[in-house]
């Protein structure tokens, strides 16, 4: 084995990972799907239970040696529970498409129709856009948010009328409002549909108890755990202890081999964190700030696609607004030390490498215990980039000021 410590063997990678622990140290990070894990959640992801397989499930592995492994695995499983108040957690899921496409595979059969909504009004990839491989499987047909931003119900209850879904789905990637768990369920019902959510932007929201929770009413949610969640890249599945058996078998076997246990370790630690009463405000927070930006770009004259935000998240249209398309501002802002996504807004009339919107939000900034105050200063830095995105020498001089915010809010003081 490989004694030598990384610095020495392998240089490269060690000033990689260096480089990277600077820019998240010294930036401004408000990719909305992004956070800051604790010490304790990194210091599982490099354990040696990286090292162990552990196909199976707790109590029922196809590999000796897993006794500490089920300890892990359970304890993640039952904290999840109690967070979200699930009855049936799998915690193996790798990540987000994954364990998608597991409840897809357990509740449908090749040809059976889901409503998903649309990528461009703030679905998801996985929700059935017709570049993915389940888009070819199933027939997903996609629901659109209505000239409001909101998601039309009447139109909803149309739509599963005509089409008969075996399943709706809900959650989003880019949409920015609350949503109607009841209604929605209520309209599956009336068609015998299967109810998903994927509840990965907001489930840190979600478990500080800031947005409404699908769990107690849909059969279905899943999540990732590295967003507002804020623990390590990853996701879970939670059901109705009916649909446990399918789920677990679509996840394993059905789907995936041996479950990573240093990341389901790190997903335990980040749901302790997140059962902890400091966790609440957190995620009161992360709202409060939100609702700063929303002020600030109303007030810059901004068009915020959805009317605005109920969550972490804001959609700008800058094209429309100041004439800046979604990748010159996203260049603009990474000059100047602020890293956001372009990103479609509903039925964009631009490509997707080069759109009309930027997508931001506040949770990483909310973790660094940036609060309002700065919320307003940050808002009109990005204001000040995206109207001058093409004077190098306006973009340099936000970037040091951005540093010198970042060091009043150190990130990982024991890692530089
Ligand atoms: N790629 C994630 C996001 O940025 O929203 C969703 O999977």
Same mark, same amino acid.
């Given at each position: 084995?490989?004694?030598?410590? !990384?610095?020495?063997? +392998? ?76 009855? #049936? ?17 357990? !509740? ?12 461009? #009004? ?17 027939? @997903? ?10 998601? +039309? ?29 009841? *209604?929605? *369920? ?11 959510? +994927? ?22 949610? /899943? /999540? ?27 996840? @394993? ?16 630690? =980040? ?25 600030? @770009?109303?007030? @810059?004259?901004? *068009? ?20 800046? /398309?979604? *990748?010159? =501002? ?34 990483? !900034?909310t973790t660094r215990g940036m609060k309002e105050a700065e919320m307003e200063t940050v808002a009109d830095w990005i204001n000040e980039a995206v109207i001058n995105w093409e004077d190098e020498n306006k973009l340099a001089e936000i970037k040091s000021k951005v540093i010198e915010l970042t060091k009043k809010f150190p990130l990982y003081p024991e890692l530089v």
């Open positions: 084995m490989n004694k030598i410590s !990384l610095k020495d063997y +392998d240089p490269t990678i060690q000033q990689a990972i260096k480089n990277e622990l600077n820019r998240q140290e010294q930036g401004l990070e408000m990719i909305p799907s992004e956070n800051f894990v604790s010490l304790a959640v990194l210091e599982a992801l490099g354990s040696v239970l990286t090292n162990k397989y552990s196909e199976g499930y707790v109590g029922k592995r196809y590999y000796g040696g897993c006794e500490f492994i089920d300890v892990v695995e359970q304890t993640a499983i039952d904290r999840a529970k109690q967070i979200f108040g699930a009855e #049936h957690v799998n915690v193996q899921p790798l990540s987000g498409a994954p364990a998608n496409i597991a409840v897809y595979f357990a !509740l449908l059969n090749p040809g059976d129709t889901v409503l998903g909504m649309d990528l461009s #009004h703030g679905g998801h990839l996985t929700h059935g856009h017709p570049v993915t491989y389940m888009a070819k499987i199933f027939n @997903f047909i996609r629901y659109k948010t209505n000239a409001e931003g909101k998601i +039309d119900l009447d139109n909803l209850r149309q739509m599963a009328l005509e089409h008969k879904p075996k399943l709706i789905l809900v959650g989003y990637s880019a949409y920015s409002r609350e949503i109607e768990y009841e *209604k929605i *369920k209520a309209i599956a019902d009336e068609v015998g549909a299967y109810t998903m959510a +994927d509840i990965a932007h907001i489930a840190g929201l979600i478990a500080g108890g800031q947005m409404n929770n699908p769990v107690p009413i849909f059969d279905v949610v /899943t /999540t990732t755990t590295h967003k507002t969640l804020r623990g390590p890249r990853g996701a879970m599945i939670m059901c109705k202890e009916k649909l446990a058996t399918i789920i677990d078998k679509a996840v @394993f076997p059905g789907l995936q081999g041996g479950p990573h246990e240093n990341n389901i370790a790190a997903k335990a630690i =980040a749901f302790k964190e997140a059962l902890e009463p400091d966790f609440k405000e957190y995620a009161r927070q992360i709202k409060a700030n939100a609702k700063v930006l929303e002020k600030k @770009f109303n007030d @810059f004259g901004y *068009k915020l696609m959805f009317g605005g935000t109920d969550n972490h998240l804001l959609l700008i249209d800058v094209f429309s607004t100041k004439g800046v /398309t979604g *990748k010159q =501002a996203q260049i603009a802002l990474d000059k100047a030390g602020i890293t956001v996504n372009k990103n479609m807004i509903p039925d964009d009339p631009r490509s997707p490498m080069d759109p009309s919107g930027i997508r931001l939000g506040t949770p990483a !900034l």
